[in-house]
């Protein structure tokens, strides 16, 4: 996110450029690792509600896991204004289950696992999401939504994604979008 100040740099961006070449020194040595088991994909999404001061958009990450570890991931500043945090959300529930057909089909076909018939669950933690997505009828905070989201309505009506509620704590894409404590930091890196 610092590259969208480089024809404008000042002595913070410089600092924060400081802070993530030190991060990556000090986890060079880091790497992801699989296990056997657990052979479903596991999706988990996370938005902040309007992080880009200069153009009010929001920020989206998900991470995709399958055998404990990371197979794909992903942040992006959201090509839409959002009116709500509720909205942002669903915006990014929404893509993140689209690429969970698109990772299903990949896996399928590279012979990975079989997972026609199994559904990926994707984690959100917000309770409007999961009631939005579940739900077909228009909720008050969700009815100026544009329907090209609602795509993830017919995603869970083919069974090819559930949409589950987890607390912040356990959302592993939190990292993609806000600070955390050394502590929870640390967390949810092991469970990449």
């Known amino acids: 996110m610092v590259s969208q100040y480089q024809l404008n740099l000042g002595l913070k961006h410089w600092q924060a450029v400081k802070h993530i070449l030190k991060y990556l020194r000090i986890t060079r040595d880091y790497m992801l690792v699989y296990h ?22 929001s920020t989206l990450g998900c991470v995709f896991t399958l055998g404990g570890g990371a197979i794909s991931w992903r942040c992006v500043k959201q090509s839409c204004i959002a009116d709500s945090t509720m909205e ?14 698109w990772l299903k089909k990949f896996l399928s076909d590279l012979g990975v696992v079989r997972m026609e018939q199994v559904p990926t669950t994707l984690f959100c933690d917000n309770r ?20 090209k989201y609602h795509f993830i309505r017919d995603i869970i009506a083919w069974g090819d994604v559930i949409v589950a509620k987890i607390d912040s704590v356990s959302n592993l894409a939190d990292p993609f979008t806000k600070s955390l404590p050394q502590r929870n930091f640390k967390s949810h890196l092991e469970g990449i």
């Open 88 to 101: 942002v959300e669903y915006v990014a529930t929404c893509q993140a289950a689209k690429k969970a057909i």
């Open 128 to 147: 409007g999401v999961v009631a939005q997505s579940k739900d077909p009828r228009n909720h008050k905070k969700g009815k100026h939504i544009e329907r």
């Open 36 to 57: 056997g088991k657990d052979l479903i994909p596991t999706g988990y999404t996370e938005s902040d509600f309007q992080s880009d001061l200069d153009f009010k958009k």
